[in-house]
């Protein structure tokens, strides 16, 4: 049974920086991708960025480009994401995601909470 943990969120002023982290227990099998979306009331929830897990490359949402970074560990089965010069439209929950590049097995963490004041 894999589960996706996610930690790091937290309250931050405007300008400033967190990370996320995603940790994977259990084996997802094959390959997969790891991304970041994000969750707000009234809203539909958001890509925010994602990695495939072996090769390392990456996507991200427009809004977000040039401010945060996803990345990961393999060794730990951990991803991150470093969110940079964060704004109060960035709060949100961030909710991690993986999902295998064959047959489409989906897994998501509970999520974190980012709050980012004025």
């Known amino acids: 049974q894999v589960q996706l943990v996610e930690s790091g969120g937290g309250l931050v002023q405007a300008g400033g920086s967190l990370r996320l982290s995603c940790a994977a227990s259990g084996r997802i099998l094959g390959s997969f991708e790891m991304a970041w979306f994000r969750r707000t009331p009234g809203k539909e929830r958001e890509f925010v960025a994602a990695?495939?897990?072996?090769?390392?490359?990456?996507t991200y949402a427009d809004s977000v480009k040039d401010r945060f970074t996803i990345s990961r560990d393999m060794a730990k089965n951990t991803g991150y994401l470093q969110m940079n010069s964060l704004k109060p439209e960035d709060t949100a929950v961030y909710l991690c995601?993986?999902?295998?590049?064959?047959?489409?097995?989906?897994?998501w963490g509970q999520g974190t909470q980012v709050t980012v004041s004025s």
């Open positions: 990695i495939h897990w072996s090769g390392g490359s990456t």
């Open positions: 995601h993986a999902e295998t590049v064959v047959g489409g097995t989906s897994y």
